[in-house]
Each structure stands twice: as C-alpha cells, then as structure tokens.
C-alpha cells in the first residue's frame, strides 16, 4: 500500500475517535500484545486440546458417532478455558456415510466383465469416494475408461462419454504461489465433474487429487450434484497412481476400470454448533465472533482441517480471560457444524443471529491450517482496510505483516450477508494441501510452535477489534 494511502487512512482513523491515539496507547496495547504472548507461547493449552481431539475423538463427519463426541470435547474445553457461558446451538446437518472400505483398479487390455473378473494384469488405485456422493453397489462398476483433462475436452468428447467411467486428470498448478488459488482452480472438477460427466452419460467418475504432495494418499472432499443429472459415483485417486492410469491410457488400447464403493446418503441428523463466550461489560448486545469447524472428514484425525482452527478459536478466549481482559462486546468462540459437506452450521448461525435481530461487529475464522501465521483478509472497505493497517506494526513481532482485502472462511462467510466484517488468518500455505482432506491430516503434522502464533495473533485482532472498533 503507497505511503500516501496508508497516511490518509490514519488520519480518517484518528478523526473518528477509532485509532490508535498517541503513543502513551500504542504502548499500551503493545505490552498488552506481549502479555498475551507470554501466556499463549509459555502456557498455552491449544496443542493439549488438539491432542484430546485428534487421539481421543478422531475423524469427526458430520452425523457420525464421532462428530458428538466432539460436541462433548468441545464443551469441555470451553468449560476449561473459564468461559463465562458454553451453549449448543441445534442444527440440521447431511448424513453420509462412506459404508466399507473403497476399491479401484485398472487393466489395461482384455475384456471384463461387471464384476471386476479380467483377463490381464490388475494395477490397484488409491482412491477415497468422494463425500456426499452414491456408491457403486458391492457388486461394483467395470467400464473403459476415458481420460479427460478439462471442462473444455469433456464438451468436445461429449459422444464418448456413455458407458465409460470419465476420468478427470487437471492438475494441481504449481505456478500459483498461494495455493489456495490452485485448489480454487482445481476443485471445480471434484465438486462439479461428476454431473457434468453424467450429463453425457458417464456410469462414474475419477479425479486426480486435489494436492501437489510427493506422496499417494487420495484427498476426498464434498461434491455437487445437479439434481437434473443421474447420481454417478465419484472418487479421488492418489497422485501417483493417477500418473499410472493416464500413462496406460496415453499408451492406447483399451483400459478399464474396476470401481467399488458403499456410500450413501441417509436422511439430514441433528447436529450443534458449540459456542463458548465472555460477556461484554460495556455492550453486550454486540458480539465479536471467532471461530473454526468442528466437524471433518473420515480418513484421519481432522488435525489441520480445522482441529487447529478450533483450538485457536478456544485459545482466544482461554488467552484473553487469563490476561484479566473485560472485553467491550461480547466474544463468542463458535466450533461450526458441518463445513465440510453442507455449510450448515454456519448457515445457522447467521440464520438465528438475524432472526434475534443481534449486532455482530466482527467474525473471525481460521481454516487454513496451524501453520505460521502470515496474514489476514478481511472484508472491509478500502477505506477501513487503510485506517486499520497501523495495527499491523502491533502484530508483526508475532509474524502478522499484511490485512488484504478479502473476507472470511466458509463458516463465518454468511455473516456477510448482515453487513458483518468478516475475516480468516491466512498462515504459510505451501504444506497446506499435502494435508487437506487424506489420511495423513494427523496431530503429528501440526507444529505446536506455529499453531500457538496463530492463536496469539487471532487474539491479538480480536482484542484490537473490541476495544476500537473499524473506524465507523
């Protein structure tokens, strides 16, 4: 941002009464800023939290035996955090259910049959069904394969679709140094592909995992369906044995493959979001929200997404309430229902928040991981983005050296459609996507040193938020 901007902006902040006046209140908040330091890097509780959840709870999808038992980990760790009140909030969430273990493999040459019987040697793939979508039946699927790599080729092949099983091999761009602008660009073909194959007459389908990891594991992740098309079943296939499947097509002759999964979906469950908070002394009818998901995907643990992000959310206000902070407003920590697979829980938190007619001033979430923080986005103006950069000098002892413009993660999005500021941290992403979604997202991943700056510098905004405002 130009020097011009940046004075300008601290100048509209000052005459507004919202800034940071004088240097007597910069070091205030600065040697607040270290205090809370002082106790999220010397006796924090976040990593102790995550261990609980990750080795005690594990895989948390929403509407399993799992995902309630977090509800009751969450409760608990609120309580232990001394927050002044600890809810439920109810809502509707998806079932799905994987229903056995996947299976896949390919041969190249021969004949097959439906039940998977072919002459010629079989090349197992990795693969994890993708959530939300139907499975094959025990019996499974056996049909040639069709290699597809974009939107694009699918239109101009469309009259070999039918009958095959359309196998989408998009690569995950390297070019892209933030790679969630690689996953932005590649998820289309997990969340859309398979309708858009079924619409020309695909049995199924296959895509190349979302990640650009050195590794195998498949990464699954939600799919749409276009309830104009037949459900086809859909699965991710880890990265190398995606090479091993496009080279033998790249080869020529027939290749076929042999899928078998037992997803289904059963009827929406009630499920909660958990919601920790400290009361506002001066207004408590307004509320500051910081949050993270609760719920996760079945391979794994559910470390990095977004077990961190929930603990971080936790740490806020075990963090500010050990500081001896009295917040302004009122600060809620939410562990959201249901990202993963539906948005449910965050749809229902900004549902009820209108329906109770409540002012929210901020909605915080991390999502991205518990990586060394970087950044936030947040969905201001440019005006407000300008007047609150001076707070970046506060947060860069602790690794924060950017506000962009932007907004909040999935769960706290919602809130936007109230006039909510809303906002993520946005840590290092480089290793993010080696995690997301496979089997590998496991506590051991999670560095508890990076996870714990993240933590202190959510804090750190939320308390700069509570105590001046945007500049409004």
């Not at 073909?189 to 619409?199: C, L």
Request: glycine share 12%.
């Amino acid at each position: 941002m130009g020097y011009k901007l940046l004075t300008a902006g601290l100048i509209l902040f000052l005459v507004a009464g919202k800034g940071l006046e004088g240097r007597s209140q910069t070091a205030e908040d600065s040697a607040f800023l270290r205090r809370l330091a002082d106790i999220v890097l010397t006796d924090g509780k976040a990593y102790e939290d995550l261990r609980t959840l990750t080795k005690q709870v594990g895989g948390r999808l929403s509407g399993s035996p799992g995902y309630y038992k977090a509800e009751v980990w969450g409760q608990k760790a609120f309580q232990d955090a001394h927050a002044d009140k600890v809810w439920l909030q109810e809502c509707m969430v998806p079932h799905w259910v994987r229903g056995g273990k996947d299976s896949a493999s390919f041969v190249a040459g021969g004949a097959g049959s439906s039940g998977g019987g072919v002459a010629g040697k079989r090349t197992g793939l990795d693969i994890l069904t993708l959530g939300n979508s139907v499975g094959t039946g025990a019996k499974g699927i056996m049909a040639p394969v069709l290699l597809i790599h974009s939107f694009e080729e699918l239109e101009q092949r469309k009259d070999e679709v039918k009958g095959k099983i359309v196998f989408y091999n998009y690569v995950f761009n390297p070019k892209f140094v933030e790679t969630f602008r690689s996953y932005g660009d590649a998820v289309r073909y997990r969340v859309f592909g398979p309708s858009q194959a079924a619409k020309y007459g695909a049995l199924a389908v296959l895509v190349r995992s979302m990640s650009h990891s050195v590794d195998n594991n498949p990464h699954t992740g939600a799919l749409v369906y276009n309830d104009s098309f037949p459900k086809v079943p859909a699965a991710a296939v880890g990265l190398y044995d995606a090479d091993k499947l496009a080279d033998a097509i790249g080869r020529g002759g027939d290749v076929r493959v042999f899928l078998r999964t037992l997803a289904r979906m059963l009827p929406d469950t009630v499920a909660h979001n958990v919601i920790g908070e400290l009361k506002g002394s001066l207004s408590p009818e307004q509320f500051i929200t910081v949050g993270g998901h609760l719920d996760s995907w079945d391979p794994a643990e559910g470390a990095m997404d977004d077990g961190t992000g929930c603990v971080q959310a936790i740490e806020v206000l075990r963090a500010l309430k050990a500081a001896g902070y009295v917040p302004k407003h009122t600060i809620r920590a939410v562990l959201f229902a249901n990202e993963e697979n539906g948005g449910r829980g965050g749809e229902k938190y900004m549902e009820e928040a209108k329906a109770k007619g409540e002012r929210h001033l901020f909605a915080l979430e991390s999502d991205a991981g518990g990586f060394t923080p970087r950044s936030f986005s947040l969905s201001l103006s440019d005006q407000q983005l300008a007047a609150a950069q001076p707070w970046i000098r506060l947060l860069q002892p602790y690794g924060v050296y950017e506000f962009a413009k932007g907004g909040g993660g999935a769960d706290v999005e919602p809130m936007e459609k109230l006039g909510v500021v809303a906002g993520e941290l946005r840590p290092d992403s480089q290793r993010y996507f080696d995690y997301h979604h496979s089997r590998n997202d496991v506590l051991e991943v999670v560095n508890k040193r990076e996870m714990e700056l993240g933590a202190l510098n959510m804090a750190a905004l939320i308390y700069l938020v509570d105590k001046y405002g945007w500049g409004q």
